[in-house]
C-alpha cells in the first residue's frame, strides 16, 4: 500500500468516527458545531416541510446551539416552530431560526449595503453572524449613488473586527468600502438591478475586480456564507 493509499484509508477511518444521524433521506450532521464552531444549518428549498422538521429535531436533540433554516418559506418557518415553539423568524430574509445556546458575544461584524433591496441577504449574513456569538452593526442604503450615505457608517467601518459589503449593480460599494478601512471585507454580490446586472453576475464581477485588495467575495446573495465566515474572522480577531 502506497504512502497516499495509507493516508486516505486512515482518513476515513477518522471520518467514521465522526457524528451524523441518518434519517435516510439525510445525514445529520451533529458533530459539526464542534468540530468547526458553526452548527449545520437547513437549506429549506428542495426540502418537505416534514423533513425540515425532522432534521431540526435531530439537530436540537443533540444539543446543537443553534438551529437555522435559510431559503424558508412560511410552510418551512412553521416546520421549525412545530420542532421548537420558541423559534424565531425573518420573513422577508426567508429565515427561521431556534438559539439555545449562542457563544458569548466576541467582535465586531458591520455590514453596509447598497440599497434597501438588498435587505433579504443583509438580515440572513445578520442572523448567521449573530447566532455564531458576534455583535452585529447594520448600515442599510447606502450605496455609490449617494456616496454621502456612507458618512454615518464610518466609525463603525473603522472599529468593525469584519466588514460585510452587499451590494447589486454595479456593486462598487464594495471596493469604496475596502479602500476605507483596515478589516477584511467580505463582498456579496446581490441579485438586484436591471437586465444586464444579469441576477447578480455583473456584481460578482465587480466585486471579483476589485482594486481593493482587502476584499474577497462569496456567492450571489449569499447572507449565510458570508455570516459565518465574518463571524469567525471577527472572533479570531477579538480573542
Not at 482518513?11 to 451524523?20: D, I, K, M, P
Request: aromatic residues 2%; negative net charge.
Amino acid at each position: 500500500m502506497s504512502g497516499v493509499e495509507e493516508s486516505l484509508t486512515a482518513l476515513l477511518q477518522q471520518l467514521r468516527g465522526t457524528g451524523f444521524t441518518d434519517l435516510g433521506f439525510a445525514r445529520v450532521d451533529t458533530d459539526r458545531e464542534a468540530r468547526q464552531g458553526a452548527p449545520e444549518a437547513i437549506m429549506a428549498e428542495g426540502k418537505t416541510p416534514e423533513e425540515i422538521e425532522a432534521i431540526a429535531r435531530v439537530l436540537l436533540d443533540e444539543g446543537a446551539g443553534s438551529v437555522l433554516v435559510t431559503r424558508a418559506d412560511a410552510d418551512a418557518r412553521a416546520a421549525l416552530r412545530r420542532a421548537a415553539p420558541e423559534a424565531e423568524e425573518h420573513e422577508r430574509a426567508r429565515l427561521a431560526w431556534v438559539a439555545r445556546s449562542v457563544p458569548e458575544s466576541r467582535g465586531l461584524v458591520t455590514i453596509v449595503s447598497g440599497g434597501t433591496g438588498d435587505g433579504p441577504v443583509v438580515h440572513e449574513a445578520r442572523v448567521r453572524a449573530q447566532l455564531l456569538g458576534t455583535e452585529v452593526v447594520v448600515h442599510e442604503d447606502a450605496g455609490v449613488a449617494g456616496l454621502h450615505r456612507l458618512a454615518p457608517a464610518v466609525e463603525d467601518l473603522r472599529r468593525a473586527d469584519c466588514v460585510i459589503v452587499v451590494a447589486g449593480w454595479d456593486a462598487a460599494l464594495a471596493s469604496v468600502v475596502g479602500g476605507l478601512v483596515a478589516a477584511p471585507v467580505i463582498g456579496v454580490p446581490a441579485s438586484t438591478g436591471y437586465g444586464a446586472a444579469f441576477g447578480g453576475v455583473s456584481a460578482l464581477l465587480s466585486m471579483l475586480t476589485s482594486c481593493a485588495a482587502g476584499v474577497a467575495v462569496v456567492n450571489i446573495d449569499d447572507g449565510f456564507g458570508a455570516g459565518t465566515i465574518a463571524a469567525r474572522i471577527a472572533r479570531a480577531a477579538a480573542s
